[in-house]
């Protein structure tokens, strides 16, 4: 028989609601990090003990309001429609993985009841459940969508050093499992037996106390970066070339300067040098004034397919040197899959995408004159292949390319932000994240900011940027790790899951044989 659940329903709802809410505080713009912890445990006690459909409602109602406030920015110019389609297929998922979080409470305790498996093999469970949760999510449907995983909230505060060991999805298990021992111990009435919060203080120690793994000094690259603040917002009024044109004005002042390599973001060319002689001489003439490779961005034609594409480029030699085609194009953004279908659903928005980007198959990474470069291309940032890919080819440096203007005045950017100085952390490598609107920011290995660029400003950044060599047991270990700290709770939730039952079955037999039957 199931346990009762912790809250009754009428309460878990309001309960869990605010707890998206709270949860929704500890990412960028609000920043306020330990309200992560106090997010996720509001959602855990309200699935403990709760029926399957119950999990469902309750995990709903929680996903609901953590992202219809966690990604309001998709209204700036898309209206609601986008944004409650988005939010809903999210909250759906999460719902439905709900249910294995809940299966974890009912059947853990029955295969192992002793307190200590309930401060320390339940949590790690639960841990495991959420984790795989936000795998899934990140991955299905099409790409996935994996924004807001919850250690991805660490990105400003002191606990973000651990994802250099366990990588991002590690990071989220340590402070699920923190969560869980916490209310465990506090349901067991740990104030009566102070060893049962003993795992809860070692996963805290962990956070807090474990440094990031160090990467080996090599050398410094100088970078120039420009933002030229043009009108590259999908509904801009622009004139042809008009991005183009401003981002070889806000390059001026870097001309004459002693560069390593001249970095622009994505769509910073707005035409395809690749079949565009013009703007292809015009790319030469600023490498040989700049005296340096230039880092570029177009959208690129080549044969009957559409990329997103980065570009090395210098004067003198045959150009694009090297490419790289964006490896997860935004599904109902860049590309529409299906569209026969979601045509038929909401014709007027999926018309105005035109253009079908193609999936690229080439590695995020360009060799600079002796100097690995990991590449990713906006979203991009987001996905743990393109960025552990870029470090095991040899980067020891990021450039992250994006084009924010379809969300000025919003949290989409310093959310993206946050990534990129999480991403520098993971890997031990800096990071030039150039917009073409801002924020853009030079951020350094340990994930401090050591320049950067206002919003809405047309502007150069010229920095000596730090190089790193050595991988981090994030980059080494990362598929393994999601393995065993995500995906290895649905086999052992099918094992207790059989286990519970045959106790269950057995449990009348032994009460009989106790009553002399």
């Known amino acids: 028989m199931r346990d009762r659940p912790l809250l009754p329903l009428w309460l878990a709802l309001p309960v869990a609601v605010a707890g998206g809410a709270v949860l929704d505080l500890a990412f960028p713009d609000i920043g306020v990090w330990p309200l992560a912890f106090v997010g996720a445990a509001m ?34 110019y898309l209206g609601p429609v986008p944004w409650f389609a988005l939010a809903g297929v999210e909250t759906v998922l999460n719902a439905v993985g709900a249910i294995a979080i809940t299966l974890a409470y009912r059947w853990l305790p029955k295969v ?62 340590v402070m699920v499992f923190l969560t869980a021992a916490v209310i465990e111990a506090v349901r067991l009435r740990v104030w009566r037996r102070v060893r049962l919060a003993v795992p ?56 004459g300067q002693d560069l390593d390599l001249l970095l622009w973001p994505e769509g910073g060319v707005d035409a395809d040098p690749i079949n565009n002689s013009f703007i292809a001489n015009a790319l030469d003439d600023l490498s040989t004034q700049v005296d340096a490779p230039l880092l570029v961005n177009a959208a690129t034609e080549r044969g009957d397919k559409i990329y997103n594409t980065s570009m090395l480029w210098q004067a003198g030699a045959e150009n694009p040197l090297a490419l790289h085609d964006k490896t997860h194009p935004v599904p109902m953004g860049e590309y529409v899959p299906d569209r026969w279908f979601f045509e038929a659903l909401a014709p007027d928005l999926i018309g105005l995408i035109q253009r079908e ?87 350094a290995p340990d ?22 060599s050595g991988l981090t047991p994030a980059v080494v270990l990362g598929p393994a790790l999601q393995w065993l700290l995500g995906w290895s709770a649905l086999p052992m939730l099918v094992l207790l899951g059989f286990l519970a039952r045959r106790r269950t079955k057995a449990a009348p037999s032994e009460e009989d044989d106790a009553a002399g039957v």
Do not use: K
């Open 112 to 173: 192992l009841p002793g307190p200590w498996a309930r401060v320390t093999a339940l949590p790690a469970l639960v841990a495991a459940a959420w984790t795989a949760r936000e795998q899934f999510v990140g991955s299905w449907p099409y790409t996935g969508f994996p924004w807001a995983r919850l250690g991805m909230s660490q990105s400003d505060g002191p606990l973000a050093e651990l994802a250099s060991w366990l990588g991002v999805s590690g990071l989220t298990f």
């Open 357 to 443: 980007y193609t999936p690229g198959t080439n590695p995020p990474f360009f060799d600079v004159s002796g100097v690995g470069v990991g590449l990713a291309i906006c979203f991009d940032v987001i996905y743990d292949d393109v960025i552990w890919d870029g470090a095991r080819d040899g980067a020891e440096v990021y450039m992250f390319q994006t084009n924010n203007a379809d969300f000025r005045g919003t949290d989409e950017n310093v959310q993206q932000l946050g990534f990129a100085r999480m991403r520098a952390i993971e890997t031990g490598r800096s990071v030039v994240n150039i917009s073409t609107v801002g924020t853009s920011q030079v951020i």
């Open 447 to 468: 994930g401090s900011v050591i320049d950067g660029l206002a919003a809405d400003t047309a502007g150069a950044l010229l920095v000596d940027v730090p190089l790193r």
């Open 200 to 255: 809860a203080a070692v996963a805290a120690a962990l956070l807090l106390l474990v440094p990031q793994f160090p990467t080996t000094d090599a050398g410094t690259m100088r970078v120039g970066a420009v933002q030229g603040n043009g009108p590259s917002g999908y509904f801009d009024q622009r004139e042809p070339y008009a991005v183009f044109r401003a981002q070889l004005a806000a390059t001026q002042p870097l001309i």
């Open 43 to 76: 959602t855990l006690v309200t699935l403990i003990g709760r029926s399957a459909w119950g999990a469902v409602a309750v995990g709903a109602v929680f996903a609901a309001s953590f992202y219809l406030l966690h990604i309001a920015w998709i209204t700036r």
